[in-house]
């Protein structure tokens, strides 16, 4: 039998409310998903979703960014779903760039924005 898919989640503070949306509509999907969140993020969707199974990490700006990207380095999350506010100028862009840029070299399945997330849960559900 094969381990749990692992997924990560984050969003920008302007777009915490889109993923928890997401993760309400795709509550059957993340049902037997292993999944992590940065600290706010992950609040925010247990508070949604209190039955998931759902570590979470610390704040984005607090390092939270950084353990996902870490676990994306040791092989240890398998799909990485970060709902981006292009909008809004980030103070630790450069850690959300180094976690994108972690998930490109891993070769695993990034969405960050609703439309790509659904076409990911569609396409490994």
Request: hydrophobic letters at 50%.
């Amino acid at each position: 039998m094969s381990a749990p898919l692992t997924i990560g989640l984050v969003a920008h503070d302007e777009r915490k409310a889109a993923l928890v949306g997401w993760a309400r509509a795709h509550a059957a999907f993340l049902a037997d998903k292993t999944l992590y969140a940065t600290g706010t993020t992950g609040g925010r969707i247990l508070e949604a979703l209190p039955d998931l199974n759902l570590t979470r990490l610390k704040s984005g700006p607090l390092g939270g960014d950084q353990q996902l990207g870490a676990m994306i380095a040791e092989g240890r999350l398998d799909v990485l779903i970060f709902f981006v506010d292009p909008l809004s100028p980030q103070p630790h862009d450069v850690d959300v760039k180094a976690l994108i840029r972690m998930a490109t070299l891993a070769d695993i399945p990034l969405a960050c924005n609703p439309a790509t997330a659904d076409l990911i849960a569609d396409g490994l559900g």
